[in-house]
């Protein structure tokens, strides 16, 4: 994209459409109508904190060329001149005796005089119908407990940042907020959820900062690596980082190496290699993933006492009383298990993992071995609870999260009670939780890891279960054959098909577990629809919200998560009159609405990927009750940003679950996540039945992209280091 000049501009007008809006990140395309009339419509483009009405705004950027979409106007720093409305929300969110209805009472009677009448002549208030003695009453002695707070959102919002972000600010920092953002407004991106680098850096922009102000540049390299962690690095390669730092500052090499210098000597950031390779990290991860390296190393330095005639006997009395007949694969892999003190069993679907893991429980049983079997979410514990018949716990539980503290109950000084853990899903596991573990676990203490390498990542950074394969310091064994059983099926049979690059199969003639239909962008959204409502309801017997699972590589467009929801909502739980509903990021959430938790909160016990139902909604008490496998949970009305609908969810968050039936969306407008990972990933979530909708270029397409981006992290290196 060229930029035609540099120069700071100044443009106001009136917003006349919002054309695109990024919820996450704030990235706003926008038509604005200039102040002098008779011009032409403006595109202006940025990325913004707020929500825009038709108020007059003012943009303060620079004049762009867009290769495809031609001038445009690129802001940097946004103004919208609304004096009444921090002033109004903040009567009714501080001050007492005041609703929305008295709100808009004062704000008509004085305007923008109001906070001028507080001060001064509050008397005045009595002339507001409904405020005698006690109200007024209530209303002064608030506002005298909340005046510093109202000064201190009024100077945040004249500085860009909208009323809830203002509010969290103050909460924050309290009386020192002004010092403090005056001081250095990049805190905020690493302080205050829900605000950005970019908010911070306009705010920084206002109170005159320099481009190349040394607070400014550090500020940018954190943001930088703490993108780089939600791609799954736990750090960036240097000239990466650099080159990052001048695209988003529009700054030279020079100033930024210095800044990586500068954070480096005071330890803000870690200047290390990987391989050879400079990297820069943050360095909780990187001293995370020596947590790893060392704890491990720890355990396997103290040796097990083996009897291998005993170990024999016992294994084969257990297959023997459970008629399992294992294959010679699955002998050499237990035993393998048994005599090391960090052991990796991976493999696909069907090869017999579940199995081993049910014959490894109750052989350490029979010695009499105190045990724990664990997975990373909620959902991948119960399943395995499931298939193994032994108790399972997410790995958050295992470790007692105390959230009054903000840590784990287990640590080093006080580690798990356990002879062996057993971590199932480990694909999943990424630094700082398997960091947890690791450190939790004394010298005696066995650690199994179980997972499928071929599947996703995990969401976190770290590539945790292949370094540790990679590494070939850490005892595993592959399983590749696959059951005779399992054969049947054609779900596994085409998952490893799309795992060695070929086209899964339909048998026509054998069982119909899995289904390819073929299907265009402009008909896709129908096809879902009615294979969720009506075929697999029909053929199957399915319930379309308890059994069925749609799932798709990305939140956003016409077949992402976000749209699929909406239309998927109106079709399988309608508006009814008895079905109460609440505003939800610009849709609505209604009572048994399928839902799923997308953060972790330990107060509630409830954890990212959990999935529920809405069982209820209480307007005048602002909360309402989701069911989670069973067990009803209570939220306020100010809670439910934890919650989004669950018609439709993206495969990454379906990781470690299992479902009756899943549909999977693939389309080439999503080509940038298509990969045979994902695909892969996506069919081994069906139990009974997978129905995969796409072009069948978009099929292709996921399954010819078999490379994996290789995520930035020491760990190989570290365990490879003696």
Same mark, same amino acid.
């Given at each position: 994209?060229?930029?035609?000049?540099?120069?700071?501009?100044?443009?106001?007008?009136?917003?006349?459409?919002?054309?695109?809006?990024?919820?996450?990140?704030?990235?706003?395309?926008?038509?604005?109508?200039?102040?002098?009339?008779?011009?032409?419509?403006?595109?202006? %483009?940025?990325?913004?904190?707020?929500?825009? !009405?038709?108020?007059?705004?003012?943009?303060?950027?620079?004049?762009?060329?867009?290769?495809?979409?031609?001038?445009?106007?690129?802001?940097?720093?946004?103004?919208?001149?609304?004096?009444?409305?921090?002033?109004?929300?903040? /009567?009714?969110?501080?001050?007492?005796?005041?609703?929305?209805?008295?709100?808009?009472?004062?704000?008509?009677?004085?305007?923008?005089?109001?906070?001028?009448?507080?001060?001064?002549?509050?008397?005045?208030?009595?002339?507001?119908?409904? %405020?005698?003695?006690?109200?007024?009453?209530?209303?002064?002695?608030?506002?005298?407990?909340?005046?510093?707070?109202?000064?201190? *959102?009024?100077?945040?919002?004249?500085?860009?940042?909208?009323?809830?972000? =203002?509010?969290?600010?103050?909460?924050?920092?309290?009386?020192?907020?002004?010092?403090?953002?005056?001081?250095?407004?990049?805190?905020?991106?690493?302080?205050?959820?829900?605000?950005?680098?970019?908010?911070?850096?306009?705010?920084?922009?206002?109170?005159?900062?320099?481009?190349?102000?040394?607070?400014r540049l550090h500020g940018a390299l954190i943001y930088l690596l703490q993108q780089a962690t939600r791609d799954g690095h736990c750090g960036l390669q240097l000239e990466k980082l650099i080159y990052k730092g001048m695209q988003l500052l529009n700054v030279a090499r020079d100033p930024l190496m210095l800044a990586v210098n500068v954070a480096s000597e005071k330890e803000a950031m870690i200047s290390d290699s990987v391989f050879g390779e400079p990297c820069v990290f943050l360095p909780l991860l990187w001293q995370q993933e020596q947590v790893i390296a060392q704890g491990l190393k720890r355990l396997m330095s103290v040796p097990l006492e083996i009897k291998q005639d005993a170990l024999e006997k016992i294994l084969n009395q257990i297959i023997e009383a459970e008629q399992l007949?294992?294959?010679?694969?699955?002998?050499?892999?237990?035993?393998?298990?048994?005599?090391?003190?960090?052991?990796?069993?991976?493999?696909?679907?069907?090869?017999?993992?579940?199995?081993?893991?049910?014959?490894?429980?109750?052989?350490?049983?029979?010695?009499?071995?105190?045990?724990?079997?664990?997975?990373?979410?909620?959902? =991948?514990?119960?399943?395995?609870?499931?298939?193994?018949?032994?108790?399972?716990?997410?790995?958050?539980?295992?470790?007692?999260?105390?959230? *009054?503290?903000?840590?784990?109950?287990?640590?080093?000084?006080?580690?798990?009670?356990?002879?062996?853990? %057993?971590?199932?899903? !480990?694909?999943?596991?990424?630094?700082?939780?398997?960091?947890?573990?690791?450190?939790?676990?004394?010298?005696?203490?066995?650690?199994?890891?179980?997972?499928?390498?071929?599947?996703?990542?995990?969401?976190?950074?770290?590539?945790? /279960?292949?370094?540790? *394969?990679?590494?070939?310091?850490?005892?595993?064994?592959?399983?590749?054959?696959?059951?005779?059983?399992?054969?049947?099926?054609?779900?596994?049979?085409?998952?490893?098909?799309?795992?060695?690059?070929?086209?899964?199969? %339909?048998?026509?003639?054998?069982?119909?577990?899995?289904?390819?239909?073929?299907?265009?962008?402009?008909?896709?959204?129908?096809?879902?629809?009615? *294979?969720?409502?009506?075929?697999?309801?029909?053929?199957?017997?399915?319930?379309?919200?308890?059994?069925?699972?749609?799932?798709?590589?990305?939140?956003?467009?016409?077949?992402?998560?976000? +749209?699929?929801?909406?239309?998927?909502?109106?079709?399988? +739980?309608?508006?009814?009159?008895?079905?109460?509903?609440?505003?939800?990021?610009?849709?609505?959430?209604?009572?048994?609405?399928?839902?799923?938790?997308?953060?972790?909160?330990?107060?509630?016990?409830?954890?990212?990927?959990?999935?529920?139902?809405? =069982?209820?909604?209480?307007?005048?008490?602002?909360?309402?009750?989701?069911?989670?496998?069973?067990?009803?949970?209570?939220?306020?009305?100010?809670?439910?940003?934890?919650?989004?609908?669950?018609?439709?969810?993206?495969?990454?968050?379906?990781?470690?679950?299992?479902?009756?039936?899943?549909?999977?969306?693939?389309?080439? =407008?999503?080509?940038?996540?298509?990969?045979?990972?994902?695909?892969?990933?996506?069919?081994?979530?069906?139990?009974?039945?997978?129905?995969?909708?796409?072009?069948?270029?978009?099929?292709?397409?996921?399954?010819?992209?078999?490379?994996?981006?290789?995520?930035? +992290?020491?760990?190989?290196?570290?365990?490879?280091?003696?």
């Amino acid at each position: 994209m060229k930029t035609a000049t540099d120069n700071p501009i100044t443009l106001s007008g009136k917003v006349d459409k919002v054309i695109f809006s990024n919820a996450e990140n704030g990235y706003t395309v926008l038509q604005l109508l200039p102040l002098n009339k008779g011009e032409d419509k403006i595109t202006v %483009v940025g990325y913004f904190s707020e929500s825009f !009405s038709t108020q007059q705004v003012t943009f303060h950027g620079r004049w762009q060329e867009h290769p495809l979409h031609g001038k445009q106007f690129l802001a940097l720093v946004c103004e919208q001149i609304s004096p009444n409305l921090p002033v109004e929300k903040f /009567l009714v969110e501080y001050i007492d005796g005041v609703g929305p209805s008295y709100a808009k009472k004062l704000m008509q009677k004085f305007g923008d005089d109001l906070t001028r009448i507080l001060n001064e002549a509050p008397e005045r208030l009595k002339e507001v119908p409904g %405020v005698g003695e006690q109200r007024f009453k209530q209303i002064m002695t608030s506002w005298k407990q909340q005046r510093a707070s109202h000064q201190i *959102i009024l100077f945040l919002t004249s500085h860009g940042l909208n009323f809830s972000q =203002a509010a969290k600010v103050s909460k924050r920092y309290g009386h020192h907020t002004i010092e403090k953002i005056e001081e250095n407004p990049y805190c905020l991106f690493e302080d205050i959820e829900g605000i950005g680098f970019q908010t911070a850096d306009n705010l920084a922009i206002k109170l005159g900062f320099s481009p190349e102000d040394p607070r400014r540049l550090h500020g940018a390299l954190i943001y930088l690596l703490q993108q780089a962690t939600r791609d799954g690095h736990c750090g960036l390669q240097l000239e990466k980082l650099i080159y990052k730092g001048m695209q988003l500052l529009n700054v030279a090499r020079d100033p930024l190496m210095l800044a990586v210098n500068v954070a480096s000597e005071k330890e803000a950031m870690i200047s290390d290699s990987v391989f050879g390779e400079p990297c820069v990290f943050l360095p909780l991860l990187w001293q995370q993933e020596q947590v790893i390296a060392q704890g491990l190393k720890r355990l396997m330095s103290v040796p097990l006492e083996i009897k291998q005639d005993a170990l024999e006997k016992i294994l084969n009395q257990i297959i023997e009383a459970e008629q399992l007949p294992l294959t010679t694969e699955q002998q050499t892999a237990l035993m393998a298990a048994l005599q090391a003190k960090v052991f990796v069993l991976t493999g696909g679907p069907g090869v017999g993992k579940t199995t081993l893991i049910k014959i490894l429980m109750q052989f350490f049983t029979k010695q009499k071995m105190s045990l724990a079997l664990a997975a990373p979410t909620g959902r =991948a514990a119960k399943r395995i609870s499931e298939s193994t018949g032994h108790p399972a716990k997410t790995i958050h539980r295992l470790l007692e999260y105390d959230p *009054i503290t903000s840590s784990f109950t287990h640590h080093a000084k006080m580690p798990l009670p356990y002879d062996v853990v %057993v971590v199932d899903e !480990s694909s999943m596991l990424d630094v700082p939780l398997c960091a947890s573990i690791v450190q939790a676990l004394p010298e005696s203490s066995r650690l199994i890891f179980v997972g499928d390498i071929d599947q996703l990542s995990a969401v976190g950074p770290g590539d945790v /279960l292949k370094s540790l *394969i990679a590494s070939e310091k850490i005892p595993f064994f592959s399983l590749k054959t696959i059951f005779r059983q399992a054969a049947s099926s054609q779900i596994i049979v085409n998952a490893h098909r799309v795992n060695q690059g070929l086209m899964p199969q %339909v048998d026509k003639n054998g069982i119909r577990d899995f289904f390819l239909i073929r299907a265009h962008p402009e008909e896709q959204q129908h096809k879902i629809i009615d *294979i969720v409502a009506n075929s697999l309801v029909q053929r199957f017997g399915f319930d379309p919200l308890n059994d069925i699972q749609v799932l798709s590589p990305m939140n956003a467009g016409p077949l992402g998560v976000d +749209n699929l929801n909406i239309v998927l909502q109106q079709k399988l +739980n309608p508006p009814e009159d008895y079905k109460t509903e609440m505003k939800h990021l610009g849709g609505v959430l209604r009572v048994d609405d399928k839902v799923i938790q997308i953060v972790n909160n330990y107060e509630k016990n409830i954890f990212n990927g959990d999935v529920g139902r809405i =069982a209820s909604i209480d307007l005048s008490l602002r909360k309402f009750f989701v069911v989670f496998d069973k067990h009803k949970v209570e939220y306020q009305f100010k809670e439910m940003e934890q919650l989004r609908l669950a018609y439709a969810i993206s495969v990454h968050k379906s990781q470690g679950s299992e479902y009756p039936a899943v549909v999977v969306v693939l389309s080439m =407008a999503q080509r940038i996540m298509l990969k045979r990972n994902l695909l892969y990933t996506a069919m081994t979530r069906g139990k009974s039945c997978v129905v995969v909708v796409g072009e069948p270029e978009a099929i292709f397409c996921a399954i010819k992209r078999g490379e994996v981006t290789k995520r930035v +992290n020491k760990l190989e290196e570290w365990l490879r280091n003696d």
